[in-house]
């Protein structure tokens, strides 16, 4: 058997909004407004429900009914959940018949798609924790897989996982890790006794996610025969493909008039037309077969930028002034027992926001740049510690009561 996991992650951050110094101590109001006149988190998610979460699980449920061996695995992080309740609750009720069907599995993660692993685990687990119990309520199943946000992969986090009960955890399968191995096997964490780990597929993936509409790439257009080829070769290092990539890929980085929706759909007909060909959730991925070697990351790995570290999020004094101060205030913010304040303060700890602090150039810039709300780094900089400096005053007056 050849099988394909395919692995979509969906998130939204909550923004916030263009918070100024004058609105420090007078305004609680960080997250519903404008951004740089054009946008707001409502705007945006309906944006992306119509381009992207609509059409793509249309697309989802239609071929778990056409092909009995059509099968997705989901990360959809808490903000995701949360704003999909408030403004297109539709989206909802459709991932819960895709998930009742058993051909649709929910991968854990952080509630709040953040980087608390690596400042404060305590704070890690609880967000993990709030949405295996979000996820058992909407959807009435329980997360047997974990991924972190962005992939961030270490293997103190595979012991962590393993010691919490889940059977997989995914990561990048870059080369520099990898050497002569192929990601197209299940391997086992260094250290670890049960869990598998899964290793993303980065060229097959990204020849989806990121050059398929790029008509500069040298293998532009990208057919379906052309891709299956691919795919019968790469075959013959392993029979495990991982293409794990954004939701949004479909509709939204690639848009429809790509061809992207057309594209998957002829690709899943003709990948099933094959009798030893499969679609596999995460967890049968790990079920498929031994592990083939035990793999070491001692050091973070991501799935971010060109260098695959966290320096996506940590590369320049912003970034990590931002993250230090933010955790610094855990503390002080849990001791108020100010449910609004400590809600506040996690939207804070969502990934994008240090993302869009970023200073890179080249390619990895305009990607951030992409992906960002505000005008530029340093706009975003400056709104994040205003918001941060009235939740240090919030905290100052609770203690006052």
Avoid at 76 to 99: D, F, H, S
Avoid at 223 to 236: A, E, G, R, S
Avoid at 266 to 279: P, Q
Avoid at 380 to 392: A, G, K, P, Q, T
């Amino acid at each position: 058997m050849r099988a394909i996991c395919l692995y979509l992650h969906m998130h939204q951050p909550i923004r916030y909004r263009e918070y100024s110094a004058f609105d420090i101590s007078n305004d609680t109001n960080y997250y519903n407004g404008e951004y740089n006149g054009r946008q707001s988190n409502e705007r945006i998610f309906k944006k992306v429900t119509d381009k992207s979460y609509r059409p793509m699980l249309a697309l989802i449920e239609r071929n778990i009914k056409k092909h009995p061996d059509f099968k997705v695995s989901l990360s959809i992080t808490g903000t995701w959940l949360e704003q999909a309740m408030r403004w297109e609750p539709e989206l909802i009720a459709v991932i819960k018949r895709l998930v009742d069907t058993g051909k649709v599995e929910i991968v854990g993660e952080t509630y709040y798609h953040s980087l608390a692993y690596f400042y404060n685990l305590d704070e890690f687990t609880a967000q993990v924790k709030m949405h295996a119990e979000k996820i058992q309520q909407l959807f009435g199943v329980k997360p047997k897989v974990f991924r972190n946000t962005e992939l961030a992969y270490n293997d103190s986090l595979a012991k962590w996982a393993d010691e919490n009960g889940y059977k997989g955890i995914l990561a990048e399968g870059w080369d520099k890790i990898l050497d002569w191995r192929s990601p197209n096997h299940v391997y086992k964490p260094y250290g670890c006794d049960n869990i598998k780990l899964l290793l993303k597929n980065y060229r097959l993936s990204d020849d989806i996610a990121f050059r398929f509409s790029n008509r500069n790439w040298s293998e532009w257009p990208l057919t379906v025969p052309k891709y299956i080829d691919w795919l019968n070769m790469d075959c013959l290092r392993g029979n495990l493909v991982n293409l794990f990539m954004d939701f949004e890929t479909f509709g939204e980085h690639q848009w429809e008039d790509t061809g992207i929706f057309s594209f998957m759909e002829e690709f899943i007909d003709a990948w099933l037309s094959t009798y030893e060909n499969k679609f596999v959730t995460v967890s049968e991925a790990c079920d498929l077969m031994p592990a083939a070697d035990e793999i070491s990351m001692p050091h973070t790995i991501t799935w971010a930028d060109m260098e695959r570290d966290l320096s996506a999020w940590l590369s320049n004094p912003m970034q990590t002034s931002v993250m230090q101060d933010l955790y610094n205030l855990r503390n002080n913010v849990l001791a108020s027992n100010n449910m609004d304040l400590i809600s506040d303060w996690r939207y804070l700890t969502t990934s994008d926001h240090p993302y869009a602090m970023c200073t890179k150039y080249w390619n990895d810039g305009d990607v951030h740049a992409y992906f960002s709300a505000y005008a530029s780094p340093y706009e975003s900089f400056m709104y994040f510690m205003n918001v941060l400096r009235d939740i240090e005053y919030r905290i100052g007056n609770d203690n006052k009561k």
